[in-house]
DNA sequence: GGTGCGGGCTCCCGTTACGTGAGGGTCAAC
DNA sequence: GTTGACCCTCACGTAACGGGAGCCCGCACC
C-alpha cells in the first residue's frame, strides 16, 4: 500500500509543499509514481519523513539531516540513540531557561535586578567554573520529571492509595492550621511544608527546597492550581505558599 | 554604561549582523548612537534583547515578538509568567518526544514494527480524520494562553473570590456525586463536567470538548494534579477524567 | 463514455531571518 | 598621527518553505 501526498501531508502534519521541497532537494523522493506522474510513498518513506521532522523539529538543517539519513552506516538503532541524546540535551536546555526564568520571577518579587551577565546565563550556560551544575540540580527539569516519571511508572494500585491518603493527610493537616489561624511564618506550618516536601521526594521526585518553592509559587500563579487549592478554603493556596517559603528560609539559615 | 554591537553580540551569543537586522526592523533599536554613527546599548536594550531571544528560541517569528513586546500592557512579571508556561509546554512536547523514542527503542529490540499511525503520533496526537484544529489549540497553545492571560489580568479581587467559590462548589459537587458512587459513565457526572467546563470557558478560555478532554487527561497523568485532586478523595481525578470524556462523548453523539 | 471536480503537477515569484562580502569611516592606543 | 581592530551602510545570497497560476489525472456518477 502507498499513500499520496495530501494523504501523506495530512499524516505528518505538514504541507504538501514541504513535500515537493524535500523531494525537489532529494531530502525525501517517492519511492513511485503513477504513469500520470503522481507521488506515491511507501511505508518506508513514511519513516524515512518522521526522521526527518524529528531532526528538523531539533534544529538540524535539511542538508545535514540529508546526510545523516544517508550515511550508509547507521542502523535503525542508532538513530534512535542518538535522537534519544539530542532530545535530552535539549530538554536541559529548556530546564536551564526555566530555572533562569524562576530565578528572574523571584528576583523581581524581591526587587533586585540582575546583572547583564545573569540574564544572558539562560542562553548557552557559559563561565565554566561557577554553578553550571545548579541548574541541573535545580530543576534538573528532564532528569526530575523523567526520575518521576520512571517511579510512578512502578507504582502499584496500592502505592496510589498510599499515596493518595498521604497527601490527603498534609492537606487536612494544612487546612486545620490554616482554619486555628496558625501563622505560616511559623514553625508548624513550616513542619507542614518540609512533610509536603518529603512526600514529594519520597513519592515522585528529589525536590529540593528551591524546586519546592517553585512549586510553592505555582500554587499561587497557576489558576488551576490555585482553584483547586482554594476549593478546600479560601486562601489556602497562598497560605500553603508561604509555609513552603518559610520552610526553605529556615533551612536556608 | 553602554556597550557596542560587538559586545553585545559577543554577549549574548548572536551575531553582529544579528543585531544590525533587529535594529533595521525596529525590533530592538540602541538607545543612543555615537556621534560617528557607532551604536550603543544600554542595559534596558540588553533586558529587550534576553526577551526577544527568548521568545526567539521558542519559535516566534519577529514580526510577532516585536508585538509582544511593545505591548504597553505587559509588566515584567506577565512576561515571566508566559515564558514559564511557554517553557512547561515545550519541555513536556519533548518529554513526549522522549517517550516515543524509548518506545521505539523498546520496540526495537523486541523486534516489534509501529504501525504509521505510531510512528507520527509524537508529532502532537493527531488522527488525520478529526480535530487537526485540536493539536493547533492544545500544543500550539499560543491563542489559548493569551486568551486566558488577557481576561484574567483583568479580574478584580471580587472576582477571583467568586471564581474560586465557583470552583470548589463544582468540586465538591464532584466529590459527593463520587462518595455517593455515581457512576463517572452517567448523566449526572457529565453534567458536572460540563458544569465544569463552561466555568472554565467563561472565566479563563474558550474551552471546547477536546480541550477539555485533554484537560482531564492531564489531571490524571500528571502526578501533581493527581495528587492534588486526590487529596479530595483518592481516585478523584481518574474519576473527573471520566466524567469528562463521558460529557465529551455524549455532545458529540 | 462523457464529464465534473477534488486533488496533483510544474513553474515561479515572495518571504523571513539572517549570511556574507564590498567599500569605506571611527576610535583608542601607541 | 598612524595603525589595527571595530563599526558603518548598501546590497546581493540563502534556506525553507508559502502561495498562487495554469494545466493535468482519476474516479465517481449519470
Same mark, same amino acid.
Given at each position: 500500500m502507498s499513500y499520496s501526498v495530501g494523504q501523506v501531508a495530512a499524516f505528518a502534519a505538514v504541507t504538501v509543499r514541504t513535500l515537493h521541497h524535500y523531494d525537489e532537494i532529494g531530502l525525501l523522493t517517492p519511492s513511485e509514481r503513477t504513469r500520470g506522474g503522481y507521488r506515491r510513498y511507501t511505508e518506508a518513506d513514511l519513516d524515512r519523513l518522521q526522521r526527518i521532522l524529528f531532526y528538523r523539529e531539533l534544529g538540524f538543517p535539511l542538508e545535514e539531516i540529508?546526510?545523516?539519513?544517508?550515511?550508509?552506516?547507521?542502523?535503525?538503532?542508532t538513530h534512535l540513540r542518538r535522537q534519544h541524546r539530542l532530545l535530552r540535551t535539549r530538554m536541559d536546555r529548556l530546564a536551564g531557561m526555566l530555572a533562569a526564568v524562576e530565578t528572574a520571577m523571584e528576583?523581581?518579587?524581591?526587587?533586585?535586578?540582575?546583572?547583564?551577565?545573569?540574564? +544572558?546565563?539562560? +542562553?548557552?550556560? +557559559?563561565?565554566?567554573?561557577?554553578?553550571?551544575q545548579e541548574a541541573e540540580e535545580r530543576w534538573g527539569g528532564t532528569a526530575t520529571f523523567e526520575q518521576s516519571r520512571r517511579r510512578t511508572a512502578a507504582y502499584t494500585k496500592a502505592d496510589w492509595v498510599k499515596i493518595k491518603q498521604e497527601a490527603g493527610e498534609i492537606v487536612h493537616a494544612f487546612a486545620a492550621a490554616y482554619s486555628?489561624?496558625?501563622?505560616?511564618?511559623?514553625?508548624?506550618?513550616?513542619d507542614l511544608a518540609e512533610e509536603h516536601r518529603l512526600h514529594i521526594s519520597r513519592w515522585f521526585y528529589d525536590c529540593g527546597h528551591d524546586i519546592h518553592r517553585g512549586l510553592g509559587d505555582l500554587y499561587v500563579n497557576d489558576p488551576r492550581f490555585t482553584a483547586n487549592y482554594d476549593t478546600i478554603a479560601p486562601g489556602m493556596a497562598a497560605y500553603i505558599r508561604e509555609a513552603i517559603h518559610t520552610n526553605a528560609a529556615r533551612r536556608q539559615a
Open positions: 540529508t546526510v545523516i539519513l544517508d550515511d550508509p552506516a547507521v542502523d535503525p538503532l528576583a523581581h518579587t524581591m526587587g533586585i535586578s540582575l546583572t547583564p551577565e545573569e540574564r +544572558f546565563e539562560v +542562553f548557552g550556560g +557559559f563561565r565554566p567554573e561557577d554553578h553550571e486555628e489561624g496558625t501563622p505560616a511564618s511559623g514553625e508548624r506550618a513550616a
